[in-house]
C-alpha cells in the first residue's frame, strides 16, 4: 500500500477556462475569462491537498472479474483513491461570489482539473510500478460510489481523509478506480538465415 500526501498538481487554466465557457454558455470575452480563471487559480489552489492511496492485488483477489472485458488477461489489479480535500469547497462557501456569477463554475471546474490531476499522477507511478514487473497497464475503470464500499476493505481510505457515507465518497472531490496490469507483450527477434 502507497499513500501520497500534498502532491504538487499544476491546474491547466486554459482547459478549465474551456470547460467552463462550454458548460455556461458565456458571453464574455476568452481573454477575460482566462484572466478571472487565472486569478481563481491562483487564490484556490492554496486549498487544493491532494491525497491518493492506493494498492496492487493478484488476480485471485478479484474472483468476480475473471471475466473481465477491459482486460480478459489481466494478472493484477492496483486498486486507488484520490482525493483533493475539502477545504477548497469550505472556502468557496465563506465568499461565493468571489470573482462574480461565474464562481461556482469556475470552482467546479478547477476541483475537477485538480482530481483529473491527481488521478494522473498516480497513473503513472503504478506506470512505473508495471514496467518493473513486465506488465503494462489498462486505462482507469472508474468505479462508481455505490460500488466504492467493495473496494474499501482493501485499502484503508481513512488514511487520507475520505470515507464513505450513504454510499457515496466524502469529501465530494474524491474518487475511486482500477487499473488493470496486463503482461506486456514480448517482441520475438525473427532468426536471420
Known amino acids: 500500500m502507497r499513500k501520497i500526501k500534498n502532491f504538487k498538481i499544476n491546474l491547466r487554466i486554459k482547459e478549465i477556462s474551456s470547460v467552463i465557457k462550454k458548460l455556461n454558455n458565456i458571453s464574455i470575452d476568452s481573454i477575460e475569462l482566462e484572466e478571472i480563471v487565472r486569478r481563481s487559480c491562483s487564490t ?16 485471485e483477489v478479484f474472483p468476480s472479474f475473471e471475466e473481465n472485458t477491459i ?6 489489479c492496483s486498486v486507488f483513491f484520490v482525493t483533493i480535500g475539502k477545504t477548497l469547497e469550505e472556502q468557496y462557501k ?8 461565474y464562481t461556482s463554475t469556475i470552482v467546479s471546474a478547477i476541483a475537477v482539473d485538480a482530481l483529473e490531476q491527481s488521478k494522473n499522477f498516480i497513473q503513472r507511478l503504478i506506470i512505473s510500478e508495471a514496467k518493473n514487473e513486465s506488465c503494462e497497464v489498462s486505462r482507469a475503470e472508474e ?7 467493495e473496494f474499501v476493505k482493501l485499502v484503508p481510505i481513512s488514511k487520507i481523509d475520505i470515507s464513505v457515507v450513504s454510499g457515496e465518497l466524502n469529501p465530494k472531490y474524491s474518487t475511486c478506480g482500477l487499473f488493470y496490469w496486463i503482461p506486456s507483450k514480448k517482441k520475438q527477434k525473427k532468426a536471420v538465415k
Not at 482486460?71 to 493484477?76: C, D
Not at 468505479?143 to 464500499?149: A, K, N
Open 44 to 59: 484556490y489552489s492554496k486549498f487544493l491537498y491532494p491525497s491518493a492511496i492506493y494498492d496492487t492485488f493478484s488476480k
Open 71 to 76: 482486460a480478459p488477461k489481466f494478472v493484477a
Open 94 to 101: 465563506l465568499n461565493p461570489g468571489a470573482f462574480g456569477e
Open 143 to 149: 468505479i462508481q460510489d455505490g460500488l466504492c464500499s
